[in-house]
Nanobody, 123 residues
Framework: QVQLVESGGGLVQAGGSLRLSCAASGRTFRSIGMGWFRQAPGKERQLVAAISQSGGSTYHADSVKGRFTISRDNGKNTVYLQMNNLEPEDTAVYYC????????????????WGQGTQVTVSS
C-alpha cells in the first residue's frame, strides 16, 4: 500500500513558477515508477510527466517539454514537478500517481493516486 500526498499548488501569474511535491508513504518507494497527471475542468486526465524507479529515465508531455521537469529523491520518498514559464492553459488539478512498473505513460497502469493539488495560472 502506498499513500501519496501532494503539495505546492496555488495561484500564480503567467510566466511564473511553482514546484509541486508528492510525499509517499511506505518502504517501497524505490521500487515504483511515479507520474504527474493533470485534469482541467471538462477535460480528460492527461499525463504530464513520468519518472522511473531510480530516476534515470523520464518522460515529459510535448505540451510541457522545456518548461516542466520531473525529479525524485528516493531518500525522502518524494517526487517533484518543477513548473516554469506557466501558462493559463496549465490550470488544472495536478495528481501524482505510483505504478509498479519501471515507468509508464498510461494512466490505467498507475495503481495509487494522491488527492490532487490545484494549480491556477492567471493571464
Amino acid at each position: 500500500q502506498v499513500q501519496l500526498v501532494e503539495s505546492g499548488g496555488g495561484l500564480v501569474q503567467a510566466g511564473g513558477s511553482l514546484r509541486l511535491s508528492c510525499a509517499a508513504s511506505g518502504r517501497t518507494f524505490r521500487s515504483i515508477g511515479m507520474g504527474w497527471f493533470r485534469q482541467a475542468p471538462g477535460k480528460e486526465r492527461q499525463l504530464v510527466a513520468a519518472i522511473s524507479q531510480s530516476g534515470g529515465s523520464t518522460y515529459h508531455a510535448d505540451s510541457v517539454k522545456g518548461r516542466f521537469t520531473i525529479s525524485r529523491d528516493n531518500g525522502k520518498n518524494t517526487v517533484y514537478l518543477q513548473m516554469n514559464n506557466l501558462e493559463p492553459e496549465d490550470t488544472a488539478v495536478y495528481y501524482c500517481a505510483a505504478t509498479r512498473l519501471y515507468l509508464s505513460t498510461t494512466a490505467s497502469e498507475y495503481t495509487y493516486w494522491g488527492q490532487g493539488t490545484q494549480v491556477t495560472v492567471s493571464s
